[in-house]
């Protein structure tokens, strides 16, 4: 099962952001093939503002599972994470899913 997770940084969490960042992409090569894509969301000016993440796990303890121990949560740089089911259909232009 695919999911979404959609997540914004707190105010003035810049700075903390990067400081954690290293942790968080450490924790990010360990899911592996769990990582379908991910990315940074920026503001107008390309400033980083939070994450979106579609990840597959086999249901949503999966997902809760690497929540409670994201860098970026267990620090307080996330303060709105939204997760949500997705259906993958294409991915790097070839068709995956149905």
């Known amino acids: 099962m695919q999911f979404i997770i959609t ?3 707190g105010a003035n969490m810049l700075e903390k952001r990067m400081a954690v960042r290293p942790q968080h992409l450490e924790g990010m090569a360990a899911l592996g093939e769990h990582v379908v ?3 940074g969301l920026t ?3 390309g400033k980083l503002k ?5 990840v597959d796990f ?3 303890t999966g997902v809760d ?3 409670s121990g994201e860098p970026y949560v267990v620090n307080n ?3 709105k994470v939204t997760v949500e089911p997705i ?5 790097n232009g070839r068709k995956v899913g149905k």
């Open 7 to 9: 997540a914004y940084d």
């Open 37 to 39: 894509c991910a990315g």
């Open 43 to 45: 503001d107008e000016e």
């Open 50 to 54: 939070g994450s979106v993440l579609v």
């Open 58 to 60: 086999d249901d949503r």
């Open 65 to 67: 599972e690497y929540l």
């Open 77 to 79: 740089v996330w303060e």
């Open 87 to 91: 259906n993958v259909v294409i991915m």
